[in-house]
């Protein structure tokens, strides 16, 4: 005879058959290409800002390669918060692109720029980027538009700048305004197992200057390395067919 108990519980033996019949089930889907495309080798992103323009701009859809610094418990979603460290673990360089979480809110991704790595002594100095008490190398650009990016009035121009990093990464970078709040900073060491983030946009970014809200990124919360734009739309929702390609 049956208990109410049972009823509402189903036996141990029960429930390890249906456990079985549901992993069996999954098979398929667990090695489908589109599963493991996904999960294990690239994650596509959208980008809901501008604080990494004129890298990424509001529009953008970019693929993150999920094994470039190997994988930890953020490069899957769903998995469980006692999961530590990575495997297959490789530092990011400078300059990369990279995707992650925050020590602050883990719930959220973030896409910057790596700028500094562990030991390292960075500030920002009249806007200027300056790493290990030397300035980092920049030319000035001609200016362009940047009311979208910046928040400024229609057609107002905006300042970039071509930054090249110690090891020869070079990207542009927009500088809105002059004598912005985060152009002066103290000088920030970067610990041990972790690296220091910018957004491109300096003058319109959250990232580790804000050492409240962001502050040094620990490596093993590290989701991927941005490495293309795949797709892209305007801001009347039209394909923007330039913007598509590899990310530096």
């Excluded at 790596?114 to 190398?137: F, S």
Aim: glycine residues 6%; hydrophobic residues 40%.
């Amino acid at each position: 005879m049956t208990t109410f108990q049972d009823t509402i519980r189903p036996s141990a033996q029960s429930r390890e058959w249906k456990a079985i019949v549901i992993l069996i089930l999954l098979i398929p889907v667990l090695w489908s290409p589109p599963f493991l495309f996904r999960f294990f080798l690239y994650q596509p992103f959208n980008i809901p800002s501008n604080s990494m323009a004129p890298t990424l701009m509001v529009g953008d859809y970019v693929f993150a390669a999920k094994s470039a610094y190997g994988y930890d418990r953020y490069s899957f979603p769903f998995a469980p918060s006692w999961i530590s460290g990575r495997i297959f673990a490789t530092d990011p360089d400078y300059g990369d692109v990279v995707v992650f979480r925050t020590a602050k809110d883990t719930s959220v991704d973030y896409v910057k720029r790596v700028v500094a790595l562990p030991g390292d002594r960075v500030q920002m100095r009249d806007g200027r980027l300056i790493l290990n008490n030397k300035p980092v190398t920049r030319i000035a650009l001609a200016s362009v538009p940047g009311d979208s990016a910046c928040g400024l009035d229609p057609g107002a121009k905006v300042k970039r700048w071509r930054e090249t990093l110690p090891n020869g990464a070079s990207y542009l970078t927009y500088d809105c305004v002059d004598n912005g709040y985060l152009d002066n900073t103290s000088v920030y060491t970067v610990p041990s197992g972790h690296f220091f983030a910018l957004g491109d946009n300096r003058d319109n970014s959250t990232d580790s200057r804000m050492m409240s809200v962001m502050g040094f990124v620990p490596m093993d919360h590290l989701v991927g390395r941005v490495t293309r734009i795949f797709w892209s739309l305007d801001e009347n929702g039209e394909p923007h067919m330039e913007r598509l390609g590899q990310v530096w």
